[in-house]
């Protein structure tokens, strides 16, 4: 599984990142987790608002910072 955290590098793009890696913790699975803050890179997802979260190359949240109970709800429907 790769999980992308995409934003700027604001606090709430860091506040997703943190989320995201202990959901990946408490749930064990087996995921890649990347942080891109390259602006183009961002665009090129079709995520305009930022904090984005991207599981598998499917967009799952933007623009708001889902809480800790969301993200896990969203890596386990990934699986």
Do not use: H, W
Not at 6 to 15: H, P
Not at 19 to 39: F, G, N, P
Not at 70 to 77: A, H, L, M, P, R
């Amino acid at each position: 599984m790769e999980i992308k955290v995409l934003g700027s590098g604001c606090a709430n793009c860091k506040k997703l990142l943190e989320y995201v890696q202990v959901a990946v913790k408490e749930l064990a699975v087996d995921a890649s987790v990347l942080y891109v803050t390259d602006y183009i890179e961002i665009v090129k997802t079709g995520i305009m608002r930022t904090p984005g979260l991207m599981i598998d190359g499917k967009i799952v949240s933007y623009g708001r910072v889902p809480n800790s109970d969301e993200v896990k709800t969203f890596i386990q429907n990934a699986k």
